[in-house]
């Protein structure tokens, strides 16, 4: 009986354990499941991805004739634009170990990322139309060699050094699109995150940063191709208050906080 009694309090005790390992994950990474599933498993997705590189290329067809003196140029982003990273997010919720410069590294090296719907067949579409395309991304220098392989693995067109812009000292882009405007107009942007088209959207410090986008809403679908990630972003600065630093607990609740009920 007593035997029974130690063997009926370790179950418990192992019980209890599992259930707070599963609280403590749910308080980190958890929040990333619906929108990783959205990502991979909806064809809802696959659509919408469809729909901005085909609406991408009528944009291309209409700016052909301007008469321009430097030669034309896309600037695309790479992360959720062109390449899939979902598969480092499910990574992320299996670990309960979010984003780190490792655990990038780790997914970044592994030079397996394929391309979205829509992206490869849009990146030779522009180039058969004579229209070069620049991949400016936020991924390290760091990545450089193992980023240009994937981009060339999958096949995307002016998958060259030369084409390939990724941050040495700072997020903004704006340094690196202002190299391409040296020599190209730059006729169109496609991005998963509004600092892809203009350093004008970086601060989101006021009202989530919807005005800055109120204000420019005719540009969207014009010069601005904006595509789908509900997995991460810059938005998410604003939902913590631009703070740095946060615990996973504070993030989570400041993720709560920032929903509107009724
Ligand atoms: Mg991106």
């Not at 659509?47 to 034309?72: G, S, T």
């Not at 522009?126 to 060699?145: H, L, P, T």
């Not at 942007?189 to 989101?204: A, K, T, Y």
Request: charged share 25%; hydrophobic share 35%.
């Amino acid at each position: 009986m007593k035997k029974l009694l130690i063997l009926f309090v370790g179950l418990s005790f192992i019980l209890e354990s599992c259930n707070t390992q599963n609280a403590d994950n749910q308080n980190t990474q958890d929040h990333l499941i619906m929108s990783v599933l959205w990502y991979q498993k909806s064809a809802e997705m696959k659509a919408m991805y469809y729909q901005c590189f085909n609406w991408a290329k009528m944009r291309i067809d209409m700016k052909l004739d301007d008469q321009i003196d430097l030669p034309k140029a896309v600037v695309v982003d790479i992360d959720e634009t062109m390449l899939d990273n979902s598969p480092f997010e499910t990574n992320c919720i299996r670990t309960g170990i979010g984003y780190t410069k490792e655990t990038w590294s780790e997914w970044t090296s592994k030079i397996s990322a394929t391309a979205l719907p829509g992206a490869l067949e849009f990146s030779k579409y522009a180039q058969s139309k004579g229209v070069e395309v620049f991949y400016i991304s936020n991924r390290s220098v760091d990545d450089f060699d193992v980023t240009l392989k994937n981009l060339q693995q999958v096949g995307f067109a002016f998958a060259d050094s030369s084409h390939l812009l990724l941050k040495t000292n700072t997020s903004s882009k704006k340094a690196r699109r202002d190299l391409v405007k040296e020599n190209y107009e730059i006729i169109l942007l496609i991005g998963d995150n509004l600092g892809d088209f203009s350093e004008i959207f970086e601060d989101r410090s006021t009202n989530y940063g919807f005005e800055t986008v109120e204000e420019n809403k005719d540009k969207f679908g014009d010069l601005f191709i904006m595509l789908p990630n509900p997995m991460y972003g810059s938005w998410e600065n604003a939902v913590f208050n631009n703070q740095r630093g946060l615990s996973d607990q504070e993030k989570y609740q400041l993720r709560k906080e920032n929903l509107i009920g009724y």
